[in-house]
């Protein structure tokens, strides 16, 4: 995959697999969205970069690896990329119908609500992969 730089940013950040590099994550994302005047974005976002993060943390992440978070600005929003270390055939993220007493299984069901379906996995380079999701603003 083509890698995209931002003259703002470097292109990934790594964040420690755990819930206070999830925190310490949402509240860069947080500080980058107010520079780009969208911080109206910032609790959608920091919701999905959570859900992500989590997943990524949970469900993709090797032993002692970090979590690779990358903002990029598109129009109206921001595109959030988190970067897991587990191949597509090997595990993808797949939303599921969980029943009203799970504990867990709703993550990417309101990552999806919250982007409006945009959101989704793509191959990189090296092991691993990216799961995305678009956070914009409602088209006027
Ligand atoms: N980054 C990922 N890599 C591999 N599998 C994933 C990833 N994210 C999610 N999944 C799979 O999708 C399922 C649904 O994810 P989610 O809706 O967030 O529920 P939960 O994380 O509570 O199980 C997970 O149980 C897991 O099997
Ligand atoms: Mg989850």
Do not use: F
Not at 26 to 54: C, F, I, K, N, Y
Not at 60 to 86: K, Q, W, Y
């Amino acid at each position: 995959m083509a890698t995209t730089t931002s003259p703002y940013l470097p292109a990934q950040i790594l964040w420690p697999a755990t819930p206070r590099g999830v925190h310490q994550a949402r509240h860069s994302l947080e500080r980058q969205l107010a520079e780009w005047d969208l911080a109206d974005l910032a609790p959608t976002a920091g919701l999905v970069l959570t859900e992500l993060m989590t997943n990524a943390a949970q469900h993709a992440t090797a032993p002692g690896r970090r979590t690779g978070v990358s903002i990029l600005p598109t129009p109206g929003g921001v595109r959030i990329e988190v970067h897991d270390s587990v191949n597509v055939e090997e595990g993808a993220p797949t939303p599921t119908d969980a029943p009203t007493t799970a504990e867990r299984g709703r993550g990417l069901t309101l990552v999806d609500a919250l982007t409006t379906h945009q959101w989704g996995v793509t191959d990189r380079d090296g092991p691993g992969k990216i799961v995305w999701a678009l956070c914009t603003h409602p088209a006027a």
